[in-house]
């Protein structure tokens, strides 16, 4: 892992994109760099030039893991992060599941894929105005990120119209929730009562013998009639 980091030119890109941000801001940099693996973050940590104070925050799989760091050690890193001590952090997914991380204002994802709600949180780290993200990706893991950006446009647009919504209205809403529910059950149940399933079977055409349905598919209704209810039965 670390002869990956040593010789490899996305890690010079980030090292770059670190120190550029870095003699801008001076010790008011916070960076966080996400990655997939604990020994990527280990790796890239040590391999940050020293001016940034880098260090990594990793979890743990299971009680017994050793290879993380536990929750005393998590919380130590992010209060050091907040002081100053360490102005950046090379995280795996642990720092976006529920670890209050201190505001930042660069963040950097390495090939870390994240669905809309993972990515949501990571950038939420960026508190700080005039903050920045970066992503380091292949472009079949940019255009699945530009995917998530959109759905959560969506969510986000939901959430407020939601909260705009005064609470008659909210509870109207409910309520048409609740009677289409009832409906639907109702139509099952009568369904269910109405319908009979002939049993499993094959029915084959008579000139060719070829499979035509399925007994599952057929229906005998009222005691009268046989339904086919296969929709690919006119392919065949």
């Known amino acids: 892992m670390r002869h990956e980091v040593e010789n490899n030119p996305d890690v010079n890109e980030i090292i770059r994109t670190l120190v550029?941000?870095?003699?801008?801001?001076?010790?008011?940099?916070?960076?966080?760099?996400?990655?997939?693996?604990r020994a990527s973050a280990k790796a890239l940590a040590k391999k940050l030039p020293e001016c940034l104070k880098a260090t990594h925050l990793?979890?743990?799989?299971?009680?017994?893991?050793?290879?993380?760091?536990?929750?005393?050690?998590q919380l130590e890193v992010m209060e050091r992060f907040r002081e100053?001590?360490?102005?950046?952090?090379?995280?795996?997914?642990?720092?976006?599941?529920g670890l209050d991380i201190p505001q930042c204002n660069l963040m950097i994802r390495y090939k870390f894929r994240a669905d809309e709600i993972s990515s949501y949180q990571m950038r939420g780290r960026i508190r700080n105005k005039g903050g920045k993200e970066v992503i380091l990706a292949s472009s079949e893991d940019f255009e699945r990120e530009t995917q998530n950006i959109v759905q959560q446009y969506?969510?986000?647009?939901?959430?407020?119209?939601?909260?705009d919504l005064d609470l008659t209205a909210n509870i109207a809403i409910?309520?048409?929730?609740?009677?289409?529910?009832?409906?639907?059950?109702?139509?099952?149940?009568?369904?269910?009562?109405?319908?009979?399933?002939i049993g499993t079977f094959t029915v084959h055409c008579r000139l060719c013998g070829i499979p035509v349905t399925d007994g599952d598919f057929i229906r005998h209704i009222n005691r009268t009639h046989y339904i086919v209810y296969d929709k690919t039965i006119f392919h065949k």
């Open 58 to 73: 990793t979890g743990r799989t299971k009680a017994k893991d050793k290879a993380g760091l536990h929750i005393e050690q």
């Open 84 to 97: 100053g001590e360490h102005l950046c952090i090379v995280a795996t997914s642990v720092a976006c599941e």
């Open 20 to 37: 550029h941000e870095y003699e801008i801001l001076k010790e008011d940099s916070r960076f966080i760099v996400f990655v997939k693996t």
């Open 154 to 163: 969506y969510m986000k647009n939901a959430i407020e119209q939601v909260i």
């Open 174 to 197: 409910a309520e048409q929730g609740i009677y289409a529910s009832e409906i639907q059950e109702r139509l099952l149940q009568q369904r269910q009562a109405d319908s009979k399933t």
